[in-house]
């Protein structure tokens, strides 16, 4: 029958020992490695600040990001007049916060040339304050009407650039249109008005029968 001291003494039971100080280091290295794991797998402590990319064009905007290891994704454009095209108007997040390796930074870019929009149908079925608040909602800028003979503030025409306007013709946003509107002085074409000795044409003398006298 084994004793005590003997089945604890590493010379008669070395096989035990060996397993269970390899049970010991497994139990040990097991929280250590998951939490290395955790770690590598959401980058805990591994935050970057996002570089401040607006007024870049996008070839610098996207250099700079991915230098910080992160992705640059353009999602939208307007058009603000005045600013270089292609370069970069907004960013999310934006500069100066800190976000994990590899997020997309969404971009917003200025286009390469206004956008055009349709001329709505407002001639010679508008006044011209119903005329002007269509095409100022849209963005058009109006110069002064130019006046024409015609039933008074009734839009006739649009003009752009000195051409005439179809409806739903398009023209760059924010272009300059001009309005050609009635004076309320239309013109008097009917022939039956005469004035004067106008009943006698070229002038000729009304024929007289001498023998009356």
């Not at 070839?59 to 600013?83: E, H, I, M, P």
């Not at 304050?129 to 109006?142: I, P, S, V, W, Y």
Request: charged residues 20%; aromatic residues 10%; glycine residues 8%.
């Amino acid at each position: 029958m084994i004793t005590f001291k003997q089945f604890f003494s590493f010379r008669n039971n070395r096989f035990f020992w060996i397993n269970l100080l390899l049970m010991g280091v497994v139990l040990a290295a097991a929280p250590l490695l998951t939490l290395e794991w955790l770690d590598q797998y959401t980058r805990h402590g591994q935050a970057v600040i996002v570089p401040d990319v607006k007024g870049m064009n996008l070839q610098q905007a996207d250099q700079q990001l991915t230098a910080k290891t992160l992705k640059a994704v353009v999602v939208d454009s307007n058009f603000v007049k005045g600013v270089t095209p292609g370069s970069v108007l907004d960013q999310n997040p934006a500069g100066g916060f800190k976000v994990k390796e590899g997020r997309t930074i969404y971009l917003t870019i200025n286009a390469q040339s206004a956008p055009r929009i349709a001329v709505p149908d407002i001639m010679d079925n508008s006044s011209l304050r119903q005329a002007e608040a269509k095409l100022r909602a849209l963005g058009f800028k109006l110069t002064d009407p130019e006046w024409i003979a015609g039933e008074k503030d009734w839009v006739y025409s649009i003009k752009y650039q000195g051409r005439d306007l179809q409806a739903g013709e398009k023209v760059p946003h924010e272009a300059v249109l001009t309005l050609c509107v009635g004076d309320g002085n239309e013109e008097m074409t009917d022939s039956t008005l005469v004035k004067g000795d106008s009943l006698y044409l070229n002038n000729e003398q009304p024929i007289v029968d001498e023998s009356w006298f």
